[in-house]
């Protein structure tokens, strides 16, 4: 499994909650068990007790993505090794059962968490793959959707680090957000010059 794969764990969860529309997807087990996608061997031991834990797990995670949004590297970096202290992976070198025209294992990193539960094995794994999306690209390419209310995480994986929503929807809804400003304006504008152009009325002296 690529090692950027697991960055999208803590994009994933963080995603489960829009704050600013009071949103929260993360009410229950089945919710939890969802965030795992193809690892369903980790999502049948998810408790009930895992969704507040996930949610707790969450908020930090958008801490990070929100430092770093800001332009705080140093408090992104602090929050996100704070993380990784509290929830440790070992890598492995895997193979798996997938083998190259030569007959060989196609040898790779494996995050191997060694979890007391389901959330600490979640966040290790998600923690892990954060880190080294930010060490390998940067702390620029954590950002948070600016297509407003949305504020989704994502991971700019761009050539020029130029990209700034989550998706290609908030992308769109944003640009049409901008061109309708921009015509109200323009209006605004001519409005306001029509008037100034007016003949001003004349006055009879009596």
Not at 167 to 192: F, W
């Amino acid at each position: 499994m690529e090692l950027a794969y697991y960055s999208d764990y803590a994009v994933r969860l963080v995603n489960t909650e829009e704050p600013a529309r009071s949103k929260d997807a993360l009410t229950s087990v089945d919710a939890v068990r969802e965030l795992f996608g193809a690892n369903q061997q980790a999502a049948r031991r998810t408790t009930e007790a895992d969704v507040t834990r996930f949610r707790s797990v969450r908020g930090r995670l958008r801490a990070v993505f929100e430092a770093a949004d800001g332009g705080d590297e140093t408090l992104a970096v602090d929050l996100l090794n704070s993380l990784l202290l509290e929830f440790p992976v070992s890598p492995q070198i895997s193979g798996h059962d997938v083998r190259d025209d030569d007959g060989r294992p196609d040898w790779h990193m494996h995050l191997a968490d060694h979890p007391s539960n389901v959330t600490a094995g979640y966040a290790a794994i998600a923690a892990m793959g954060l880190a080294f999306h930010l060490t390998s690209h940067g702390v620029d390419r954590l950002g948070l959707c600016e297509a407003s209310p949305c504020r989704n995480a994502y991971l700019d994986t761009s050539t020029n680090r130029s990209r700034r929503y989550c998706s290609d929807r908030c992308a769109t809804r944003a640009n049409v957000a901008a061109y309708r400003a921009r015509k109200r304006a323009e209006a605004d504008r001519t409005g306001l010059n029509a008037e100034n152009t007016q003949p001003s009325a004349s006055v009879t002296d009596r």
